[in-house]
């Protein structure tokens, strides 16, 4: 083979490799009220797997996480944290409820319940701000949230 072969072959691989970076998660952003919405019932979906490669599947390789207290940068950080919170926070279930998008953000209110390795049941409410990038990747994700003790039959999510 030849080195302009070789060249064709590597400019080939180079052209995929940026088509995967490039590659788009619809719907995008600029948002109305009605494409943020579907968005984020995108998101929630992804969420209640409990499958952090489909979650972190929505994020920019360098997104930018806080989630209460932990500040997280890049997909393996963000994945580490979703198995963690999984494996602590057990039959998990969030509903996001959008307040408000412009252009490529949003402003979300949240609740969530679960239980912990004990049994003892919990509903976490909190707002998150997320910022999309042009090819509608998360680039940061900002969360702030309380935890409150529930009875196990007061859960309704």
Not at 63 to 70: N, P, S
Not at 132 to 149: L, Q, R, V
Request: with cysteine; charged share 30%.
């Amino acid at each position: 083979m030849s080195k302009s072969d070789l060249s064709m072959l590597s400019g080939s691989a180079d052209n995929e490799l940026c088509a995967m970076k490039t590659e788009k998660r619809f719907p995008l952003p600029p948002w109305d009220m009605e494409t943020a919405a579907e968005k984020l019932q995108l998101l929630e979906n992804d969420w209640n797997t409990q499958d952090p490669e489909k979650v972190i599947a929505n994020y920019s390789e360098n997104a930018e996480m806080r989630f209460g207290t932990e500040f997280l940068n890049g997909h393996e950080e963000i994945k580490h944290l979703l198995i963690r919170k999984w494996q602590q926070n057990l039959r998990f279930k969030i509903k996001l409820d959008l307040w408000g998008a412009l252009k490529g953000r949003m402003a979300v209110r949240f609740e969530y319940e679960w239980h912990d390795t004990t049994g003892q049941s919990y509903r976490s409410y909190g707002v998150q701000v997320f910022q999309f990038d042009d090819n509608g990747y998360i680039k940061m994700h900002f969360a702030s949230f309380n935890d409150t003790p529930i009875a196990e039959t007061d859960r309704k999510l």
